[in-house]
């Protein structure tokens, strides 16, 4: 660990590439301190120091979809910390196939990851953050939980359920000054994204009223918002960072 306890502190899942490595990134520069959590030590390492700004940065080897891990994970970074005022819950995997060729294994790890591993993180940290009467939490979804994929029944099936868990701690957090929402990126340039096809991303492209992918960094703008004392009477809500492909009323 490096610097004080004096600070903010935020636990960042799946910050060691892509998306929450560009939330850890923005976080850092706005002065919060960061517990970063990866199942990768050396990548997470690696980013801890490259990050500017931090009062202070752990790094956290878990698979969040390990529930004792998480356990040991929450405690590490309150030791280090004092306490933890912001959650993001990022980490997240895809496993593609069309729903009658997939296996049970696959259906189960992406679950497993993306929406036990939200539960178990959301689990470890909201008592403390009941206890302190103030937190937010910010739950990375996707547009694909929203509108359904194709190849990727288990993803949007976690995805959706992430939505509908947001809404529900949302509810029940609120009366101890507790915020929770979900960010829903659309087609963001990341290393979940980088083997697809030219004609893939050409088809994604006409899909998205602004014409472009997005960036991890777009992504990382809306968290640090939902994470601002300007998004402070925000909760419960599905914040889309999509270029406008889903448009809802
Ligand atoms: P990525 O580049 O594949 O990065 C995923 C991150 O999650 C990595 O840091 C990885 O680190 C971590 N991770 C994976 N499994 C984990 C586990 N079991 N325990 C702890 N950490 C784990 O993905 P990304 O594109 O940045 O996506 C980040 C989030 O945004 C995901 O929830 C994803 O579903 C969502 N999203 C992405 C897109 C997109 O277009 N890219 C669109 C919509 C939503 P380790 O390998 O070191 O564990």
């Not at 507790?178 to 990341?190: D, L, M, R």
């Not at 088809?203 to 960036?215: A, D, F």
Request: include cysteine.
């Amino acid at each position: 660990m490096t610097g004080s306890k004096d600070s903010r502190c935020a636990f960042v899942t799946g910050a060691s590439q892509g998306i929450g490595r560009a939330i850890a990134s923005r976080l850092a520069a706005e002065g919060w301190s960061l517990a970063l959590v990866a199942r990768r030590s050396e990548v997470l390492a690696e980013v801890a120091s490259t990050l500017k700004g931090a009062p202070s940065v752990t790094c956290h080897a878990c698979d969040v979809g390990d529930a004792d891990q998480v356990t040991a994970a929450v405690a590490a970074a309150v030791e280090a910390h004092g306490q933890i005022d912001a959650l993001v819950n990022n980490a997240g995997i895809t496993q593609d196939a069309l729903l009658v060729r997939m296996k049970p294994e696959q259906w189960e790890k992406v679950l497993r990851v993306n929406l036990d591993g939200t539960y178990y993180c959301i689990r470890e940290v909201a008592p403390r953050m009941m206890r302190q009467r103030s937190g937010r939490i910010v739950n990375i979804a996707s547009v694909v939980g929203q509108m359904g994929n194709a190849g990727q029944a288990n993803y949007c099936a976690s995805k959706a359920g992430v939505i509908g868990l947001t809404k529900a701690t949302a509810r029940e957090l609120a009366s101890r000054g507790v915020t929770v929402n979900a960010v829903a990126p659309g087609f963001i340039e990341t290393e979940m994204t980088a083997d697809l096809p030219e004609s893939a991303v050409t088809q994604m492209k006409g899909q998205i009223p602004l014409q472009r992918l997005g960036t991890p960094e777009d992504v990382a703008a809306c968290v640090a918002f939902l994470l601002s004392d300007a998004a402070s009477y925000v909760t419960g809500q599905v914040l889309n960072c999509d270029g406008g492909m889903v448009m809802r009323g």
